[in-house]
């Protein structure tokens, strides 16, 4: 490979792989060749790890059709004869499999990977990542109990220790008093509860009952949902209005199904449920539940996503692929591919031990499809706004997603887009 660079008289220069650095002086240019780059004709192979069935739907094409695609035609264009490869896999939302597939990688000397999409999978597999010089990079686990300085996992989005301050202050803007906690048993569920509770408590807002925690393998949930009616009777008796009764509903794939249910308890379903990028942009109540999704609305909170081209060009062709909603998580997943390809350009090596200090520095200077890929010094994004979705029914679909709110992580304020709500909410 031949490169032209600038050299610069009586400066500094140093090379990194085939990257250079130089103190300014004047200079002087000249023609380096650079040959037998180590990386060169090699298939680089990443790890994937979908959290779900559903989830492999999405990520294999969107990994294989349109992520490695642009890599690999980004680094032809800078000149790289290298093929990146996703090797895509899923675990069935089971964390003991998780771990299983991080293992199988390392027997096939693959040391990163995407993976960790829930927060117990990225946890149960951290130590082993660790221990067994891989990184693993997540576009989707938020637990704060996650946000640890120098370990080897990344997180292209924010920790939920940011969406849980977004996520009261939108019950309270909204004019919640009283809350309902329904949750799933894992460590994001844990997670978000035990920040919110004490906050909760400080903002004066008041609880209907115990926690309703639900093991993550529940498929039935009528006696949870029972348990939750129950609460919504007081609480609605309380406050003579069921506007002022939320339901805090953390799930994931489990949605749906809750949501599907929810129409058989007439006090709850009466309730205003909120949730977290779990339940926004559900393409499986929209389809399947639109009147529940309709009725329910749902405001959900989700980082917030970019006002920017190339956040808009890529949106058409994902939707196209996997019939899916575009979103900022998707975005995110993608700038996590393109953090993997410069990282290992730039270092000449695809393996772990070589990259990993290059991924806060690298992330520093990325504006990603996601927006500023900026990180934390515990490896999390710094963290954007949350835009607030609801469900609505569209101009020709029966349910559609739409976003009527933002919390502002600036002013630390909710504001809700009233045209799009249909109303003004009572407020505190």
Not at 235 to 242: E, S, T
Request: net charge negative; hydrophobic share 40%.
């Amino acid at each position: 490979m031949t490169l032209a660079i600038v050299l610069l008289a009586a400066g500094l220069i140093v090379g990194g792989g085939i990257g250079y650095f130089a103190a300014p002086t004047k200079s002087v240019t000249t023609t380096v060749t650079v040959k037998d780059l180590p990386l060169n004709g090699q298939t680089i192979k990443l790890g994937a790890i979908a959290a779900s069935a559903t989830e492999l739907e999405v990520q294999t094409p969107f990994h294989n059709q349109q992520v490695a695609v642009d890599m690999n035609t980004y680094a032809a264009l800078l000149g790289y004869d290298v093929t990146f490869q996703y090797l895509q896999d899923g675990c069935n939302e089971q964390d003991s499999i998780h771990l299983e597939k991080v293992q199988g990688y390392r027997s096939l000397g693959v040391t990163c990977f995407e993976g960790g999409g829930w927060s117990s999978q990225a946890s149960a597999s951290l130590n082993y990542v660790n221990t067994n010089s891989m990184l693993m990079w997540s576009y989707s686990s938020t637990s704060p109990t996650l946000s640890i300085a120098n370990d080897r996992l990344f997180r292209m989005c924010p920790s939920d220790s940011y969406y849980t301050p977004a996520l009261i202050d939108a019950l309270w803007s909204y004019g919640i008093k009283d809350v309902i906690l329904f949750y799933r048993a894992d460590s994001w569920g844990d997670g978000i509860i035990n920040l919110f509770t004490p906050a909760w408590t400080a903002k004066g807002g008041e609880f209907a009952g115990d926690k309703i925690r639900y093991a993550v393998e529940t498929t039935e949930f009528s006696s949870y949902l029972q348990q939750a009616n129950v609460q919504a009777e007081a609480a609605i008796a309380k406050w003579k209005d069921p506007q002022r009764v939320g339901l805090v509903l953390l799930c994931f794939d489990e949605g749906p199904v809750i949501v599907s249910q929810m129409d058989k308890f007439a006090a709850l379903y009466s309730c205003v449920p909120f949730d977290g990028d779990g339940t926004a942009v559900s393409i499986r109540i929209m389809t399947d539940s639109p009147t529940q999704g309709n009725h329910l609305i749902f405001p959900s909170l989700m980082a917030a996503s970019p006002e920017s081209p190339k956040y808009n060009a890529l949106k058409g062709k994902f939707e196209e692929l996997t019939s899916q909603q575009w979103t900022a998580y998707r975005a995110f997943e993608y700038d996590v591919g393109f953090t993997f390809m410069g990282t290992m350009l730039q270092a000449q090596s695809s393996q772990a031990d070589d990259i990993v200090d290059l991924q806060i520095p690298y992330c520093y200077q990325e504006y990603g499809a996601g927006g500023w890929c900026r990180l934390l010094d515990n490896g999390d994004r710094s963290p954007p706004p949350f835009d607030i979705w609801i469900f609505k029914p569209g101009a020709d679909k029966p349910c559609v997603s739409v976003i009527a709110g933002r919390y502002d992580i600036d002013t630390l304020k909710t504001t809700w887009n009233t045209v799009v709500l249909g109303y003004t909410p009572l407020g505190p």
